[in-house]
Nanobody
Framework: QVQPVESGGGLVQVGGSLRLSCSASGRIFVRNYVAWYRQAPGKEREFVAQ???????AYADSVKGRFTISRDNAANTAWLQMNSLKPEDTGVYYC?????WGQGTQVTVSS
């Protein structure tokens, strides 16, 4: 399976934490950056975080200090640790591995 598969979404209260996972074929995973995007209802998809194969990473300003992206090339898996969640973090979270997108996982933060 080439397409990334996300898991770990769910319903959480404000201030809570969630950890999203993204698994993909080793054929594409080890060669590409991994990124997380999200899309809130009625809004465009937006960048959240990225981790390159060499370890460099980037975060959207809105999640800096709260979210952490990591990856394990041996396991062909990446994670997005989300802490101190806010209602505005609600949306469908997508994993991107190079040009390949997952189907998304829903994250809902209730106030």
């Amino acid at each position: 399976q080439v397409q990334p598969v996300e898991s770990g979404g769910g319903l959480v209260q404000v201030g809570g934490s969630l950890r999203l996972s993204c698994s993909a074929s080793g054929r594409i995973f080890v060669r590409n950056y991994v990124a997380w995007y999200r899309q809130a209802p009625g809004k465009e998809r937006e960048f959240v975080a990225q981790r390159n194969t060499g370890g460099a990473f980037a975060y959207a300003d809105s999640v800096k200090g709260r979210f952490t992206i990591s990856r394990d090339n041996a396991a062909n898996t990446a994670w997005l640790q989300m802490n101190s969640l806010k209602p505005e973090d609600t949306g469908v979270y997508y994993c991107r591995v190079g040009d390949y997108w997952g189907q998304g996982t829903q994250v809902t933060v209730s106030s």
